[in-house]
């Protein structure tokens, strides 16, 4: 660029700073000043008596004939010689002089006064510039210049070198023919480049280096405020965005960076700018300039979580363009925010009940995901017929399912990320209740981004202005994008599975047909789906594909209230807890019934069993039952005596009105009863996570070890044929165990042939195998030969803690104590899946539970049986003294006091 033109007058040369901004060309900057309330005013300052190459510039848009511009030879070298030198510092300047269009010419010194580096003469000085032509050297300045040019001359540097300086010419590249393939060739990597303008806050024109491609790179991730071009053609600047144009201006402008090109969005190239000072993205947002944008943040490499943080902190400080933000979760508490709950119910693909540490009960929908529905000619059409979500709408069942096996009955991590209004019913849209949407996690599993991912959920599109979304909702685009590609679940192309299950309750025709078939199956696979009452509850029974109504045989459970033609009629005392009870048990659980009879209304009859419980027996346990007179002819009745046994002598629940029929008075007082105290010695061959243990008989041992060897034998000289075993549930089979030998076993569940559940009948444990580890138990070993030696028992007089942390660690002590060793067991007294004992070491005859009692493992269960009255003494006594000295459970006091609700506990 030249310096000439006609000055309009000597202009008196006042000293003045500024910092640099922009480099125009070898000698021509422009210098921001103060900030006096507003943007920092700017001026363009022309180095006088000097001349460097002039920049190549573009062909103009409007005008046809026009053409681009390329450098002059040694301007770049010149243009960057003023960049790499002023960028950013401050600078000191005087006017020496004006041309009519308003052009200012002066001298620019580096620094704060004149002392510092003559800008003009440096460039001489290194042959990037010479002096204006016409120029005398009349003055001491002149002078100076004319000196430096002549060295700069002699010495053969910069335009005064041989050759034409055809190498110092860029190739500039305005445009790029393929800007997608374009940037996949970069893979990813950085790229050097100087920013040479900045739009907006995220939105800048970069020279890539070496290869001096010109391109707009949009910053991956966010968006600044910008500036809106009216229909006269003046802009009109957003709030903020002339400051966030400014900060990015100050920090980047004709800076050296590295560019990571990650996307492209029409001819501009989405990208990160990284500057050895940090992350302009994460800076933007971190001040209030910028929001995250949905629709690029998945290209961002960086991990977008940060963005998010940097989002979230400028919200939380209000910062600028939040500066009227309103958190989606302000009126709620901190507890009410993050709280682990129980899961008791799965409503829906995206929604569940759960039950606080309070004891109450909270509807929890999944944050960002909508479940399957149906769309298309499918909704029209189900309009004629009574639709059952569950089973009609593609992929639901599976959704449900997904979440049921899941997470029923396990403990969740639930992060509140908003709480949607109630919204009104529209023509097109129903009204939908107040919904707590929340991320819930297990295990460190985000369980919605798990739906999404399988394809049984999708995620819902918002606003940008929209605020009210998951706190994880880039990962749920990220799974939902993995799903669409691998062509899982809802985008499948393959046809969507379909499930026609008979709903026969209340069918007495229907249910005859199935009634012959289920008793024969003796137990029978599955899953609550709804319980009417204590004692009435809906079945799904998935070999048989259909829905039956169950009523638990045995026992006489209080009726709940009931709508009657005449009015609602009151439930008895209890029924609502006996519900509350049979809920918590068995609801979307897994379970085995055993159906005896059909009632006239096509309801079956039977025994409903959940991991060795027969629920029956449970609520007479409990007593929200009696036991019924039905019960006599069945193989439960002396369990269920003795259950209701307890009880009723303490008159709880449903026995608190009961009253004994006095005794006549020649009935003899009975004497109280002894402790019967009968150890027997026995192997400890197993242990369970509920801390029930398996036992083998001493006595007995010698004839197991002599029927192992004699059938190891036998299978060595006639090995079974691999595949040939069939299991069924119910099966005994023998079984390789990972040491390679053979043992007993009993089928307990089959999956498929490489999933087979079985349990060692002679030794207490459980191993799934596939079907080519199983083979045919020969006759001559069966349990009609020597019964199966391992006896489930568990610990009497003491309660195992619910929390699972605290449970594992009892579990480990009494591994560590007598798992595989010889110990001494009483039993004390029956109760609901196993006999209750007591254990002793051999050797010191110690109590086992006592122990644990003492380490404050585990609390003391208090009976009232007058025969265990010196026993259960011991026991608390020694619970006491666990508390005065805040062991393990009691380290912070005792929580079964008043704070027992928040802390989750209960007596």
């Not at 280096?209 to 910053?219: F, I, K, N, S």
């Not at 137990?523 to 638990?552: D, H, W």
């Not at 191993?767 to 489930?792: K, N």
Request: charged share 25%; hydrophobic share 35%.
């Amino acid at each position: 660029m030249a310096s000439s033109g006609a000055q309009t007058g000597p202009v008196a040369p006042a000293l003045q700073r500024g910092i640099v901004k922009m480099v125009l060309s070898g000698c021509a900057i422009i210098v921001r000043g103060q900030p006096r309330g507003g943007p920092p005013p700017e001026r363009q300052i022309n180095l006088s008596n000097i001349r460097a190459g002039a920049l190549a510039r573009r062909a103009a848009a409007s005008q046809q004939d026009s053409k681009d511009t390329p450098d002059e030879p040694w301007a770049f070298p010149a243009r960057e010689f003023l960049r790499k030198k002023l960028i950013g510092k401050e600078v000191c300047f005087t006017v020496e002089y004006k041309t009519p269009q308003g052009r200012e010419y002066g001298t620019v010194y580096l620094g704060k006064d004149t002392s510092g580096e003559n800008i003009a003469e440096s460039l001489v000085a290194e042959g990037l510039a010479s002096r204006r032509e016409g120029v005398r050297a009349n003055t001491p300045e002149q002078s100076r210049l004319a000196e430096l040019e002549e060295q700069a001359r002699s010495a053969k540097k910069g335009v005064w070198s041989e050759g034409t300086g055809s190498h110092t010419v860029r190739d500039v590249k305005y445009t790029i023919e393929n800007p997608r393939h374009f940037v996949d060739s970069m893979h990813q990597k950085p790229v050097n480049a100087v920013i040479e303008h900045v739009r907006d806050g995220s939105v800048v024109r970069a020279l890539l280096l070496p290869d001096c491609y010109l391109v707009t790179v949009m910053l991956s991730g966010i968006k600044c405020p910008t500036f809106k071009r009216e229909a006269d053609g003046t802009e009109s600047p957003e709030a903020f965005a002339a400051e966030a144009k400014f900060f990015t201006e100050s920090r980047l402008l004709q800076r050296d960076v590295q560019i990571i090109l990650e996307s492209c969005h029409n001819q501009n190239i989405l990208g990160t700018i990284l500057h050895p000072n940090g992350n302009i993205t994460e800076l933007l947002l971190k001040e209030g300039f910028a929001r995250c944008v949905d629709w690029s943040i998945a290209v961002y490499t960086q991990g977008s979580e940060k963005l998010r943080a940097a989002e979230r902190f400028a919200k939380e400080h209000k910062t600028r363009i939040w500066r009227d933000y309103v958190a989606p979760t302000a009126n709620l508490d901190q507890k009410d925010k993050q709280f682990v709950a129980k899961v008791v119910q799965i409503l829906n693909a995206d929604a569940m009940v759960v039950k606080l540490n309070s004891g109450d009960y909270k509807t929890i929908h999944l944050s960002s995901i909508r479940p399957p529905r149906l769309e298309g000619e499918g909704a029209q059409q189900d309009k004629n017929k009574k639709l059952r979500p569950l089973y009609d709408i593609p992929y639901m069942f599976e959704a449900r399912e997904f979440l049921r096996k899941k997470l029923i009955g396990k403990k969740v991590n639930v992060n509140v990320d908003y709480i949607r209004s109630a919204s009104t019913a529209t023509e097109t849209v129903p009204a939908f209740s107040e919904r707590t949407c929340a991320t819930v996690t297990i295990g460190g599993i985000n369980i919605a981004e798990a739906l999404v991912s399988k394809g049984l959920a999708t995620v819902i599109r918002y606003r940008q202005d929209d605020d009210q979304r998951s706190s994880h909702y880039d990962e749920l685009l990220a799974a939902e994008a993995r799903a669409i590609k691998n062509a899982k679940g809802l985008h499948s192309k393959k046809e969507v599975p379909i499930h026609r299950v008979a709903d026969i309750s209340g069918d007495t025709q229907k249910a005859k047909q199935f009634l012959p078939f289920l008793q024969r199956a003796g137990r029978s696979e599955a899953v609550v789906e709804y319980v009417f009452s204590g004692s009435r509850l809906k079945l799904y029974m998935p070999k048989e594909t259909c829905l039956i109504t169950f009523l638990l045989a045995g026992i006489e459970c209080p009726r709940g209230s009931r709508n009657m033609p005449s009015g609602v009629q009151e439930g008895e005392p209890f029924s609502e807890e006996a519900m509350l009870f049979t809920k918590e048990l068995v609801l979307q659980r897994e379970v085995e019934v055993e159906v005896e009879a059909m009632d006239k209304a096509g309801n079956f009859i039977g025994w409903l069993h959940i991991d060795g419980v027969n629920i029956s027996v449970a609520l007479v346990e409990h007593a929200l039952s009696k036991v019924h007179f039905t019960a006599e002819r069945s193989n439960y009745y002396k369990t269920l005596l003795a259950a209701e046994e307890g009880p009723k002598q303490r008159k709880e629940k449903v026995w608190s009105k009961f009253e004994e029929q006095p005794v006549e008075e020649v009935v003899t007082v009975v004497e109280e009863k002894e402790r019967n105290a009968n150890y027997k010695p026995v192997l400890v061959t197993e242990i369970t996570d509920e801390l029930h243990f398996y036992i083998q008989d001493v006595e007995t041992g010698t004839q197991l070890e002599k029927l192992m060897e004699s059938m190891r034998s036998e299978i060595a000289s006639n090995p079974p044929l691999e595949g040939s075993f069939s299991p069924r549930r119910g099966d005994y089979c023998i079984a390789k165990y990972m040491d390679g030998e053979w043992y007993r076993a009993r089928v307990e569940k089959v999956e498929s042939t490489a999933k087979v559940h079985v349990f060692y009948i002679d030794y207490g444990n459980r191993e799934v195998l596939p079907s080519t580890r199983l083979g045919t138990l020969p006759q001559s070993f069966s349990i009609s030969t020597l019964p199966a030696q391992a006896i489930e028992y568990c610990f009497a007089f003491i309660q195992v803690p619910a929390d699972e942390d605290a449970r594992a660690d009892v579990v480990d002590n009494v591994v560590r104590d007598i798992q595989n060793t010889q110990c001494l067991l009483n039993v004390e007294y029956s109760g609901a899946g196993c006999p209750h004992v007591t254990l002793q070491f051999t050797d010191s005859k110690d109590d086992v539970g006592l122990g644990l009692v003492k380490e404050g493992l585990v609390m003391v269960e208090v009976r009232k049986e007058k025969q265990f009255h010196k026993l259960i003494g011991e026991y608390v006594a020694a619970q006491e003294s666990a508390k005065a000295a805040r062991l393990n459970l009691w380290r912070y006091g005792d929580f079964r006091a008043d704070d027992a609700a928040e802390f989750g506990y209960s007596r």
